[in-house]
């Protein structure tokens, strides 16, 4: 019995008000970095179905490289390049950049197949009833776009919420780093690793059940 109270004493509840601050920054980049690489992938993803020269040439180049290196690689790259070039960006700002950069090229993507899903024959009926292009795009195009994208959507949001671990690799006080520095400490792994796991759960469930309350009332 003396052995598992020395075993827990070490984990203290200030450990856990700790923890929950570093949920809190995870979440305040994830939320960040997704609401910006939302807005900019669903620009990307309508040029690139377009088929914009600047699109084409331009954007659909960088994009791969976003989704093809992995995500690691780029954080350290730019956190060390990037005041060779004149940014002089601290680690959550680093960190910030390339995670909606990364948002932008995964959703880029997604976008071009929710618009892609829009049958033709429904466009051209909406242009027949008198709509011009961009009529056409918010009135027909973006409503059953939305829902077709949807959960690719969430699933990117979700793979980003994860992801921005990588960014303690900066130094960033985020959920993983603050589990590494109180392991150094206490030596208790798998107590703390249990607790960042729930706080990860706690910070992805809600996300996955309003995304199916959605999803089953849009199917109604």
């Known amino acids: 019995m003396e052995s598992q109270i020395s075993f ?3 984990f203290a509840l200030n450990d856990v008000f ?4 570093a949920a809190w920054r995870t979440l305040l980049i994830s939320i960040i970095s997704i609401s ?4 900019l ?3 990307f993803g309508w040029m690139l179905y377009e088929g914009r020269f600047l699109a084409i040439i331009v954007v659909a180049p960088i994009l791969d490289v976003f989704r093809s290196v992995p ?4 954080l350290v790259l730019f956190y060390n390049f990037a005041p060779i070039i004149g940014f002089d960006l601290d680690a959550f700002q680093s960190g910030l950049v390339i995670l909606t950069l990364y948002t932008a090229a995964l959703v880029a993507n997604v976008v071009r197949g929710g618009i892609a899903s829009v049958s033709m024959p429904m466009r051209r009926a909406s242009r027949s009833l008198g709509m011009n292009y961009w009529q056409d ?3 027909v195009v973006f409503p059953i776009g939305v829902r ?5 959507w969430v699933g990117v949001a979700l793979g980003v919420l994860k992801d921005s671990a990588l960014v303690s690799v900066l130094g960033y006080v985020e959920l993983l780093r603050a589990s590494q520095i109180l392991m150094t400490r206490t030596q208790e792994p798998l107590l703390i690793i249990a607790v960042a796991g729930a706080f990860y759960f706690a910070l992805s469930y809600p996300i996955s059940r ?6 089953r009332k849009w199917s109604q």
């Open 8 to 10: 827990f004493s070490s």
């Open 71 to 74: 995500l690691i690689i780029q």
């Open 18 to 21: 700790f923890m929950a601050e």
């Open 210 to 215: 309003f995304s199916a309350k959605f999803e």
């Open 41 to 43: 992938g669903s620009l």
């Open 36 to 39: 910006i690489g939302t807005l």
């Open 148 to 152: 077709a994208i949807f959960p690719s």
């Open 137 to 139: 795009l918010f009135y």
